[in-house]
Every structure is written in structure tokens, then in C-alpha cells.
């Protein structure tokens, strides 16, 4: 590879997935088993510096200003072996900052692998497609190919076993299609203890309603396809709603069983399900931990937030609209 030693600094934002990546068909080339959908989320961004050093001796990963070492690390050196196609390369210094507080229990390997891979992508002088780089933060997380591009991306999910040529995600609509709204109610701040890959591959060897969740994604991805271009929010919103339940009913059933849910999970649930009842149109989604995504239009945002703060156990409503595609920009760091 040919190494840009000036510091490059690349953004991207977190996704949330409306029809959701559950499963894997390779751990080792972390090829997902089914497609997915999702929305990228303007409030939620990494902001990543990377620079080559020829005088480091190891990579060094500094997180919203705290110096990280161990498995992190260690995700990122592999990552930049991976994008360099090679270990024997120089060390790198890489700042990353998250413009939601650390530790808020929010996924936040898309947005940082999605705006590794574009720094990466600079420093290397790789010159990559959307395609290639959507490929490349794929290996660092699934969900990350998704945050490579604005508005709605599409994961596609390729068939071969031992190749990635047709693993990674292309743009629906860009932000400007459709103006949402997406509110996270924090319901926890711990540290999840089944990550997302142990979760589906445990799910995968032992739930047997696995082969039914694999069968059943073309239909639902097809199905959102239709209700983004035609911007049916109900649609839409029962399609994400049906989408998280299937992906939490599959991994309730696995054993030993997952259950990402605390109390306080339930409740919103029900509080934003009862605000339905009386008209206003609101639709939950949950990932691999307690929090509760709630999608809804910019005129309701405001009375759903004020239902949802009341709940016992919510420690606060994170509000965000959709948001950009990963870029370079220049260091703020
Ligand atoms: O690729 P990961 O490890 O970020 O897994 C993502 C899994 C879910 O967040 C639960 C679903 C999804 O599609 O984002």
C-alpha cells in the first residue's frame, strides 16, 4: 500500500435497522445471513482521526479523549491490517470521538467502523468505490456497511460461503427523501454482556425457529422497500415493529435464552403502544440491548417524548432525524 502519513480525519453516523441483520454465514469473513434495511441517524456520530506514524511500535486507539487498549484495540489494529492487506505496515495513531455519551449503551461500531474504513480508505490511498468501502466496514461490524451512506441503505446478503463479492449495503434514499423522526429512550447504561456476534451465533446453532427467520427476510426487505418509496409511515412503521419482535422472539429462543430487555424496555413498549391506540402513530424497534427506538413524524416527536419520559426507568429520549453519509472532513481533533 502506498501510506499518506499526514492525519486524515473521516465522520460517519449510526444506523438504526428497520428490517433487521440477525445471523452470520461465515464468522470468519463476518458475511451476514440475511439482508437488512435501516435508517442512518444524524445525532449520532463518530468523528475519527487516523494518522501513520513510522516511529510507533503498536497501533494507538484513544476514545472520546481516554487512551484504549485490549479487545478494542485489538479489533482496530485487525481492521487496518485488513484495509492495508497486510500486518507488516507502519502503526497508526487513531482519535476517535463520539458526539453521544460514551457509555449510553448505543451501538456504536457502525458509525466507528463506517468512519474508520473512509479514513482508512484516505490514508491508504485506496481510492475506493461506496461499494468497496461498504465491504470494508462490513469487516470491522455488520451493521457498519449500512453507515457508509445517508438516509435508507439496503445490506445485501450475498450466497457464497467463502467470498464477500456481493456483502455489502447500497443507498435506497438519501436523507432528504423522508423527514422522521427517531427517539432512543435510554433505559440503561450498562454494558451489555452477550455482544451481537456470541447472540447470533448462539441463536443460530440452537433456536429452531432460525430457518423460519432466515426463509421469511426477502419478503419483509421487498415489503420496506415498497413502504420507503411510498413514505407509508404506517407501513413503514409496522413492518420495524414486526421486523425487532421476530429478531427478539428468535433470540428468546435460543438456549440458554437471550433476553436484551430490562423492565423498563417492557413498559415503553406498552406506553407507546397505548399512545397508538389514541391515534398517534408511533412504532418501536429494539437492537441487542435495552434501549427503545421509537420512530414517529416530526409533528408527534414532541407529546411522544413527554409519554415516554414518564416511564419509570428512562433516564432519557436521545432525538434524531436522518442523517448524512460517512465523508472525509477536515480534523477537528
Ligand atoms: O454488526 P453488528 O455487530 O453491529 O450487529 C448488529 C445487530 C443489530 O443491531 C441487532 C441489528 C442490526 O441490523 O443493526
Redesign the pocket.
Known amino acids: 500500500a502506498d501510506f499518506n502519513y499526514n492525519p486524515v480525519t473521516a465522520q460517519a453516523h449510526a ?3 428497520l428490517i ?3 445471523g452470520k454465514r461465515s464468522v470468519d469473513l463476518n458475511l451476514p445471513a440475511v439482508g ?1 434495511i ?1 435508517l442512518t441517524l444524524d445525532a449520532l456520530k463518530t468523528t475519527t482521526t487516523l494518522q501513520f506514524d513510522e516511529n510507533l511500535n503498536e497501533d494507538e486507539l484513544q476514545l472520546d479523549y481516554r487512551k484504549v487498549t485490549g479487545k478494542p484495540l485489538d479489533r482496530v489494529t485487525e481492521f487496518l491490517d485488513i484495509a492495508a492487506e497486510t500486518s507488516n505496515r507502519p502503526r497508526a495513531k487513531i482519535v476517535t470521538k463520539n458526539s453521544f455519551p460514551t457509555g449510553a449503551g448505543l ?1 456504536s ?2 458509525s466507528g467502523f463506517a468512519a474508520l474504513a473512509v479514513a482508512a480508505d484516505k490514508a491508504l490511498n485506496l481510492n475506493h468505490s461506496k461499494e468497496e468501502l461498504s465491504r470494508l466496514a462490513r469487516k470491522g ?4 456497511a449500512r453507515s457508509i451512506y445517508g438516509g435508507f441503505a439496503e445490506m445485501k446478503c450475498g450466497s457464497s460461503f467463502d467470498d464477500d463479492k456481493d456483502d455489502y449495503a447500497i443507498p435506497l434514499h438519501d436523507e432528504s427523501h423522508w423527514d422522521l423522526r427517531l427517539l432512543i429512550a435510554v433505559t440503561s447504561t450498562d454494558k451489555k454482556d452477550v ?3 456470541e447472540g ?1 451465533v448462539r441463536t443460530a446453532k440452537t433456536s429452531s425457529f432460525y430457518q423460519g427467520w432466515v426463509e421469511n427476510q426477502q419478503a419483509d426487505l421487498e415489503e420496506m422497500r415498497s413502504a420507503l418509496h411510498a413514505k407509508n409511515f404506517e407501513k413503514v412503521g409496522e413492518l420495524t415493529e414486526h421486523s425487532c419482535f421476530k ?1 427478539h422472539g428468535l433470540a428468546m429462543s435460543g438456549r440458554p435464552p437471550l433476553l436484551y430487555w430490562n423492565a423498563a424496555t417492557t413498559e415503553t413498549i406498552h406506553t407507546v403502544w397505548n399512545l397508538r391506540k389514541k391515534g398517534i402513530a408511533a412504532f418501536v424497534t429494539i ?2 440491548g435495552p434501549q427503545v427506538k421509537i420512530l414517529c413524524q416530526p409533528d408527534r416527536a414532541e407529546l411522544i417524548k413527554q409519554a415516554v419520559l414518564s416511564v419509570n426507568g428512562v433516564k432519557n429520549i436521545i432525538e434524531t432525524k436522518p442523517g448524512p453519509e460517512a465523508s472525509i472532513v477536515q480534523s477537528e481533533i
Open positions: 444506523n438504526i435497522a433487521k441483520y440477525w437488512s435501516s451501538a461500531s457502525a461490524s455488520g451493521s457498519a455482544g451481537s456476534t447470533m429478531m437492537d441487542a
